[in-house]
């Protein structure tokens, strides 16, 4: 972990970067797994990687009895192949993050009915760490050792769990008092990176954590009226100098509306927003370092499926990307992590006919198969 820079961010303007878009990339994703079921749903919304062999993808399939129940696969250098987890769990995970190959945690409670929880990987055999009872939103997660993970709970879909910290013996809440927050990206112990909530229900915050206080952070620039106002959706931190934010601008006339993509940058010193070509339904899922100094961001993809269903962004200019899809089939990414010691990236989702009759988990690998 780097050291934090703690201090105060000043109040800069943001600036708008017009920046190029490039024609489609479709040869750089690979499919690395699929599965090929007849009936039945699967989907893989997490995945982390802790090494060229080691790398973990969650997710969720619906059972006979219509419950969603956790799936987890694991790299080990030569195959995907299933683990097998805690029984008795009915959310599928959509959250992970990890230390370390003895380190590794699961995070259920997206949008299905049942405890949320976290689960444990201690190199050995898969645990439950703790349950929030109920059928709470789960948003997030991040873990900076065995005795310090952080669990966020936000979410318009249902009631949230909150905050909650765990230093290793206990889970505690956290007050959180310019909002509730939902995603979150640590650069180190005392300085953490988290988008959420605000008192009338916008997602618009952004808050750091310097090792004892919460402190809203300022995003000048952005659109606050009632018909006209930014959502933000995912954050990534690797840096107090590199800080990624993205989701969308949303506008409403009557009964007229519309969503652009909103992508911003921190440099440390200010704010800069970088428009990325418009894909899909007009809003940015997710954002996560490709290790070389630019971003992968996942659009969110509506029907047809005929956006892009990645955008790279790296050196100024927006490319437009299509992962390897199996014939007759369209595809969805969820997740993207990169692999320590290695020049690759995996990504997670889910493959399935235009029907949507069913659906199957997929890894797509960029670069040389990790080892």
């Known amino acids: 972990m780097r050291a934090a820079v703690v201090g105060t961010i000043a109040a800069l303007g943001l600036t708008t970067g017009v920046v190029p878009a490039v024609a489609a990339d479709t040869g750089t994703w690979r499919i690395a797994y699929a599965g090929n079921r007849p009936t039945g749903y699967e989907a893989l919304r997490a995945t982390v990687a802790t090494g060229p062999a080691d790398a973990w993808a ?10 969603w129940s956790p799936v987890a696969r694991r790299w ?41 929880y976290a689960l444990r990987w201690n190199g050995q055999r898969w645990s439950v760490a703790q349950r929030w009872p109920g059928s709470d939103i789960l948003s997030d997660a991040a873990v900076l050792s065995a005795r310090d993970v952080w669990v966020f709970g936000s979410s318009h879909i249902g009631p949230g769990i909150g905050t909650w910290h765990y230093d290793g013996r206990s889970w505690k809440q956290v007050e959180t008092p310019d909002g509730q927050l939902a995603r979150a990206s640590a650069v180190a112990p005392d300085d953490i990176w988290a988008i959420g909530t605000d008192d009338v229900g916008r997602d618009n915050v952004l808050s750091r954590w310097d090792g004892r206080t919460w402190t809203r952070v300022d995003v000048p620039g952005l659109p606050q009226e009632e018909t006209h106002f930014a959502e933000f959706h995912a954050i990534h931190a690797t840096s107090p100098q590199d800080v990624w934010i993205v989701g969308d601008e949303y506008r409403t006339s009557g009964d007229d509306w519309s969503y652009t993509p909103l992508a911003l940058h921190f440099d440390g010193h200010s704010w ?24 992968w961001v996942t659009p969110s993809v509506d029907e047809p499926y005929d956006a892009p269903e990645l955008l790279h962004y790296a050196d100024g200019q927006w490319t437009e990307v299509r992962p390897q899809r199996p014939d007759g089939k369209v595809l969805r990414v969820n997740d993207v ?24 988990g997929a890894v797509w690998v960029n670069g040389p198969l990790p080892r």
Do not use: Y
Not at 58 to 67: A, E, R, V
């Open 58 to 67: 969650f997710g969720g399939s619906l059972t006979t009895d219509g419950q």
């Open 76 to 116: 080990n250098g030569r195959s995907w192949t299933g683990a097998t987890l805690p029984a008795g769990l009915q959310r599928g995970i959509t959250a992970a993050d990890a230390t370390g190959p003895g380190n590794v945690w699961a995070f259920a409670g997206g949008d299905e009915a049942g405890d949320a």
């Open 272 to 295: 800069q927003r970088l428009d990325p070509p418009s894909t899909g339904q007009g809003i940015l899922g997710d954002v996560t370092s490709d290790g070389h100094g630019g971003v």
């Open 337 to 360: 992590t990169t692999v320590p010691h290695s020049g690759s990236t995996w990504a997670v989702g889910e493959v399935f006919p235009a029907d949507r009759n069913t659906s199957d």
